[in-house]
Structures are given as C-alpha cells and as structure tokens.
C-alpha cells in the first residue's frame, strides 16, 4: 500500500499537541524526530517526556487519504497558520532507513541512465552513473514516482539544457539531468536535510559547481528548458501558479507524487499552460508531462 508522510516543524512546548491534530485528522501512526540532532535522553520511570526545541512531528497516512482537508484542517487550528511549517512526501516502499543498504542495488532506467549506491559497484561504466548516497532525504529511484521522472529524464536530449528540480529531496533527479548532459540545474526543497544531501551528492559525482540548491523563501526567478517537480498532487495543485512560472516558452513539464485518480484533475490544471500528454501510470502512481504553449 503506497503512503503518505506529513511532517510538522514543531518545538518542545507544542510537538505533543500538534501530535495529537496529527492523530485526530487521520495519521495512522506518529513519530518525533529531532531537527536539529540534540540529545536527549530516556528519561527515567514516572518523568515528565522532554521534546526537543526543534523537533519534527511525522504523520503516517494511507496515500488515498485526502491531505487538502488534512492541511486545510491543521491551518483552521493552528495559532499562525502564516508560520505554519510542513512537508509532504511519499515514503519508499520500505522503511528505506533501517533496510536501504542491504536493498538498494544499481537501476536502470530508460536506456542509458543507472542510480547506484555510492557503496557498490557500478554494473556498466560506460554508462551514465548516479552514485547515490539519500541520507535522510527522501530519493532513491526505488518509489515509482521516482523512476517515472528518472526514465523521462533519460528520454530527452538535456546537452546544455537548464532544469529546475521542485522538491530535491536527495538530489537524485537533478543528478540524472547534469549526468545526462544538463548544463545548469536548480534545486528547490523546504527541507534543509534535502538540501544538505543533494548538496553532497552533487560532489559525490563531481557536479557541485552546476548545481544550485535554495530554500523557497530564497528561490530564484528562473526560465528552465525542464521542470520537474516530484512532490505530491496537494502541493502541485497550490504551487501550480509557481512551478509554471520556471517553464520557459515550450520548455518541458514532468510531474509526479500523484495517484491515479488524482491525474485529471491536475491534467486541467496544467493544461491551461502546457499542451499535456497522456500520463503514465506505474503502480498507483502516475507522471504527468507536457510541453509549455508558446507565448
């Protein structure tokens, strides 16, 4: 069953709280992290439970579930809904953070294009080879939604082309595109964690001084040949005015983190600007793609 993980900046005063709205709005499981990676420790039979003062809060729901309403509902009781910060991902099909080194092999996608772990061998040298190490950024090329945007990338001639990467995560994405010939990327992701890891791959394949990583609040104005944005169908719809925004005049669009059913609507939406192609569906979950209509 494809999931859904919902993360929520909190701090020690509030992380129980927000975990329970987790909980009443439908999270079939939740979990404290620490942001900032304080130590804190067990505490002692009968202690008040000390949170960190940047912890993150993780909601766990079935990918079906309707995560509109979900955010809908947590701004409606949140005190600064303006301040309230969270993040959408779709989760590895395993829980990729205990079992990703024993699991994760060399792929393939399309016809030339291989993620590899960064601890094994790579299968073809002569190939175009992404050594991958996700840390705890979401992005292996082992999620469909992944591997749907990977085997789109390897189907286009990117030689000297400009991508922007909306949502990073681990990088993977705009890795592929500089390995495959990209000659400048942009990567965009509301997690300072995503950040950090693609900034590390990126040197791990020697392509650091073409890439670009930013905060949304920090984000640049950009006209990209390629934009691909691999998040979720709830951000694409409200961040479709900004993502549309990087796609040059008949530059290519690639969208993906959405289910099956989610497709036609988002379909309409980016259709207002791009002549869209019929998407792809790879088990539940779908890529969108289209080309921007000329000015």
Avoid at 134 to 148: D, E, I, K, M, V
Avoid at 171 to 199: R, T
Avoid at 253 to 267: D, F, K, R, T, Y
Avoid at 283 to 292: A, I, P
């Amino acid at each position: 069953m494809p999931w859904i993980q919902l993360r929520l900046q909190a701090n020690e005063e509030n992380a129980e709280k927000y975990s329970d709205w987790l909980s009443a709005s439908g999270a079939q499981a939740v979990t404290f992290i620490d942001a900032k990676d304080t130590p804190i420790y067990e505490p002692l039979p009968g202690d008040e439970v000390i949170y960190w003062s940047n912890t993150i809060v993780m909601g766990l729901y079935d990918a079906a579930h309707d995560m509109d309403k979900v955010i809908g509902y947590l701004k409606s009781i949140h005190p600064d809904k303006a301040q309230m910060q969270y993040k959408l991902e779709q989760l590895e099909d395993k829980d990729w953070e205990r079992e990703w080194m024993d699991n994760f092999h060399p792929m393939k996608f399309g016809k030339r294009l291989w993620i590899c772990p960064s601890w094994r061998e790579v299968p073809d040298p002569e190939a175009v080879n992404v050594m991958l190490d996700p840390g705890l950024a979401f992005g292996t090329g082992t999620h469909p939604t992944t591997a749907l945007c990977l085997t789109w990338l390897d189907s286009l001639d990117l030689t000297d082309k400009t991508v922007v990467d909306f949502g990073c995560g681990s990088g993977i994405l705009s890795l592929a595109a500089l390995k495959l010939g990209a000659k400048k990327v942009i990567g965009i992701d509301i997690d300072p964690q995503a950040l950090q890891a693609s900034k590390e791959n990126a040197k791990r394949n020697g392509c650091e001084q073409r890439l670009e990583l930013y905060l949304p609040k920090d984000q640049p104005q950009f006209k990209a040949d390629v934009v691909v944005a691999n998040i979720l169908a709830g951000p694409l719809k409200e961040l479709a005015p900004t993502i549309i925004e990087y796609v040059a005049p008949i530059g290519l669009l690639a969208l993906s983190g959405v289910l099956e059913n989610q497709a036609p609507e988002l379909q309409t939406i980016y259709g207002q600007w791009c002549d869209m192609d019929n998407y792809v569906v790879q088990e539940e979950w779908v890529r969108l793609s289209g080309k921007r209509k000329p000015d």
